[in-house]
């Protein structure tokens, strides 16, 4: 090829915007799979939902006619609420399916559940599973969208994105930034979809946690593992911390609640100590006195409630980023 | 022709009279019904698979003597070891007459009995070993299990030893691979499931070859899937204890990223491990530490592999593909030559069951098998004669074919 070409090539790359990148995933099964962009794209269309929801009318119809389904086999309020007000903001209705209620009980597979809900003519399914990779099961096995609202310890994205999106809004960036994430990473889906959503996005991860709760091989998600808890707080911009999970009794060694507050426990005097002025972010519910105290929880570090509304505009952002990828796909195959 | 039994590796006729073997020479001049031409094809002994799941009798809906037998003809395989674990267990003369009735009615090929070591494969009360080998078993085994206690195993070596019956061990402590669904590491991380750590299986190892060298009896490790396993194996070896091993397919052929998709065709047990450990079987099989090659093959339902990963059922079928598996994954430079594929796949598991197979010396079964070893070849779901389908190796194209399978003279001859 000629001198020419490329140079024209190289200017038309420079002058010209890159058109803006589409979102063309029928599914979000997880952040590993996406790529930085992808996970831009998500941010940005957050931010232009979020306005949405301080309106004095809540409600625009990106999605009226579309129906979505809240398949729930783990109980879950915060997230399952979260994405029927993001999906009802978009004016689609709505369905929420308790697994407990439902004909699985009845030894329904999840592949014939999914297929029902498909014949229903339903969207979207948003489904919480307590077995990991589930969702990209379901997703392999129907044509309508299937959005991860977390499977088993595997991947939690839309509650990463969250935090992510609050990141960004409370510092102007994620580049950079030195985010802890602490608690048990080992059963965290949260801690594995923060993971991989920081690190594309050019974030320096710590994770922290007593060492039976930090999964071998972690180091190859790109992240430094500690023990302890003051250096991982000593020159992070946010940390993270995990909801410690103490049902999962009677495994071994498994740290003791006050055992646990004392050595990993985020307190006021340790966020003294750090450098920065840590953002402090927890994905809920919290166990006060365990995983943070009190008036850590309340106090000016916290965005937790932010968080909270945050994750509206996020989960709306991907409803509609899945629905309208799913439209474009369907359209091409009747074409 | 390859035979190492025979230490044979050239050019070769084989003359087939009543099922038998009646000549093998260089040009032999007979008058015959019928003569298979086999330039640029290799022929060697019939496959002995030591490792097979029959499911007959108790689940007949994943496989049976006829469609096992059957989907192991077609792979190039005229002898199979029927593992015990079937329901029920094959731990009484009762329960292995139903077998046998089952391998006289509809047996396509060789079918040998494994017997259980245990009740029930319960690792707790031994079975009548002296029974069960008078009744036909030619190996114990509790597979899919390993006994626990130390002493309930000591006194199973010991029994054994004095019936002069191998014992097939799988070894695996359950308290160590607690659960675990893939290869404990970054793939389990990953993935977020419960990890398998090889130490399972090494420990396990470890315990079972000092237990039989206490006993001096005769031991077979199933299914070896790791490097530290092969280095354990290798130093009892070189001590000179007369312990065996096997492998199957996947252990050569996959790494634990193959499960990244929770593909369940992928889940296995003993798990796919990492890649050192891959590149460990593999010299391991090229140094002769493991001796065999065999499938493992475990037939499932779709109900019982279509479903979440954590609930699906371990283990994939092998048998159709087993040679393809090993002579595109194994034969090359610096890798194995034919007859040493022919030693892991026909001769040394003959040895190590102590049948008269494996070898295409003169008077012996005409079991032969016939391979086009340039056929490339795709594996697809539909295909398969197993009653099951849940293969590692659907959608993979395979080098080397076979052909034709011989079993006691009588061919079959094989399209892709």
New interface residues.
Partial sequence: MSLEFWISFVIRIWTFDIKPMNWIRKDLLGL?ELSKEELELILSTAESFKEISSREIKKVPALRGKTVVNLFYEPSTRTRVSFEVAAKRLSADVINIAAETSSVKKGE???DTGRNIEALKADIIVMR?N????A??LSRNVNLSVVNAG?????HPTQALLDIFTLKEKLGRIEGLNVSIVGDI?HS?VA?SNIWGLTKLGANVTVCAPKMLI????E??NVVVTNNIDFALKDADAVNVLRMQFERDGQAAFPKQLEYFKEFGITEERLEQAEKDIIVMHPGPINRGIEMSSAVADGAHSVILEQVTNGIAVRMAVLFLVAQANEKIKNENTD | MVDPGNKLDEIMDILVEDARISQVAKHIKAEVDKIIEAQEKIVMPGIVDMHVHLREPGREDKETVCSGSRAALAGGITSILAMPNTEPTMDSVEHLKILKEAIQKSAKNNVFICAAITKSRQGEALNDIASLKKFGAIAISDDGASIESDSVMLEALKTAKKEGILVICHSEDKKLSNGGQVN??????????R?VSSESEYKRIERDIELAEKTGARVHIAHVSCKESVEIIAKAKKKGFEVTCETAPHYFSFSDEEVL??DTNFKMNPPLRGKEDVLAIRKGLLDGIIDVIASDHAPHTE?EK??????AEFGVIGLETELAAATTELLGDCLLNWTQLAEKMALNPSRILGINKGTLSVGADADIIVINPAKEWVVKKERFLSKSRNSAFIGRTLKGFVEYTFYKGKGHKWNS
Avoid: V
Avoid at chain 1, 215 to 218: D, E, F, L, V, Y
């Fill in positions: 590993e597979t999840l592949i599973h077995c990991s990779g589930a990209a099961m499977d088993g310890w595997h991947e080992a889906r594995r999964p071998p091989g972690i190859g998600m | 404990l590491g970054f793939t389990s991380t990953r993935l977020g499931l990890g998709g929770y109900n279509d479903i979440e990963f954590e609930r």
